[in-house]
């Protein structure tokens, strides 16, 4: 069975670094590699939001008030999705999720971690 496991959020000050990770336990390769990654976020009262993918075939897209801090990256191998988080704000304060979507047909989603960035 399949499900996602994040890790990396936590409490860093404004203008820090933090770097998530979503491994893809029980995937197979193929389905791993002929997948959709993207990260997602959702602060408190608003709506969930699209803050990065990765197409299976390598083109990235940012969301504009992300775009040149942060950056969305995989590695095979160990099936695990990365978001690198530069330079960071206190209005990227979420709960960050992470998504792999495989052919419209599987769709998983990670429980979510926790970013706070304190002014």
């Known amino acids: 069975q399949t499900h996602l496991v994040e890790s990396g959020g936590g409490l860093v000050q404004a203008g820090g670094s933090l770097r998530l990770s979503c491994r893809a336990s029980?995937?197979?390769?193929?389905?791993?590699?002929?997948?959709?990654k993207a990260w997602y976020r959702q602060a408190p009262g608003k709506e969930r939001e699209l803050v990065a993918s990765l197409s299976t075939d390598g083109i990235v897209s940012y969301t504009d008030s992300v775009r040149g801090r942060f950056t969305i990256s995989k590695d095979n191998t160990r099936r695990t999705v990365f978001l690198q988080m530069n330079s960071l704000k206190p209005e990227d304060t979420a709960i960050y999720y992470c998504?792999?979507?495989?052919?419209?047909?599987?769709?998983?989603w990670g429980q979510g971690t926790q970013v706070t960035v304190s002014s």
């Open positions: 998504n792999i979507l495989y052919r419209r047909d599987l769709d998983y």
């Open positions: 029980g995937m197979i390769l193929s389905v791993f590699s002929g997948s959709t």
